[in-house]
């Protein structure tokens, strides 16, 4: 079975990219994927800013990530670039530590201005960390979508950029074997 681990990258919650890895581990879920949610801002505090590499939440998440065969970055962009809270926990993912696995980067932003920022923030550190599939990522506009009491969005043409997205994440992971 695949194994998924979709990062919350949001330091606020409740927050739109929290509603968003929600939405997209429903989907997942349904497909019959297994998937990890590590939702950054309940990890210690203290454990990112010392970068403690000892601490067991810290080991725990990053096993979670070893293990997975494709990761999805849920974030926020705040001026131009992800939070100070994901880049430290992405600081603790070891070097390399994504060779091998599908990367989708999914972002929200205030303005369209930040739409650059899935090309010149996220894939330059998405590769140093070694992934060679990084997939196109998703970028909305924060206006476009809601999350009151459940993620809603503003058309469907937003919510079918992000459902592409994910079918070809699905797409290039390895085919699974049939039971005999």
Known sequence: MS?????SGSPSHPS???AISTYLEKILVTVGKQVNTITVRDLPAEDLLLANFNSPEIKEAQSLIEQAQAVIIVSPVYKASYPGLLKSF??????????NKVVLPVATGGTIAHLLSLEYAFKPLFSVLGSQEIINGV???DSEI???DQLTFADIGIEQRLKTALDDLLNRLPKEEMVK
């Open 90 to 99: 992405l600081d603790l993912i070891p070097e390399k530590g994504l060779v």
């Open 16 to 18: 739109r990219s929290s």
């Open 3 to 7: 194994n998924i681990v979709i990062i």
């Open 146 to 148: 809601s999350y009151k």
């Open 139 to 141: 970028f909305m506009v």
